[in-house]
């Protein structure tokens, strides 16, 4: 059974700092992507950063300076290092392991950036 579990999430101040995690089972990490994206209420759901099965790495222009994905193969675990946070970084962030067509997706981690 394929399980991606996001947890990290929370309430932040702007400017702080949070990082996401992606734990994943049932399938073999190493040969997928892992992107986040993140959904705030009521819009789309909008591409974050990715990171390949070799490491290539991806953002978002507008989370580029501030946000580092990254992936630990042995632990099948995919992060999310947010930095500088910012009011519009709210929103409910999802992790996707995606590969040759076939995609699975985690539930989400809700991030509430408030002063």
């Known amino acids: 059974q394929v399980r991606l579990v996001e947890s990290g999430g929370g309430s932040v101040q702007p400017g702080g700092s949070l990082r996401l995690s992606c734990v994943t089972s049932?399938?073999?990490?190493?040969?997928?992507?892992m992107s986040w994206y993140r959904q705030i209420s009521g819009k789309e759901r909008e591409f974050v950063a990715t990171?390949?099965?070799?490491?290539?790495?991806n953002y978002d222009p507008s989370v580029r300076d501030r946000f580092a994905i990254s992936r630990d193969n042995a632990k099948s675990t995919a992060y999310l290092q947010m930095n500088s946070v910012k009011l519009e970084d709210t929103a409910v962030y999802y992790c996707?392991?995606?590969?040759?067509?076939?995609?699975?997706w985690g539930q989400g981690t809700e991030v509430t950036v408030s002063s």
């Open positions: 996707k392991a995606w590969r040759a067509g076939v995609e699975y």
């Open positions: 049932g399938f073999r990490f190493g040969d997928y992507a």
């Open positions: 990171i390949g099965s070799y490491g290539t790495i």
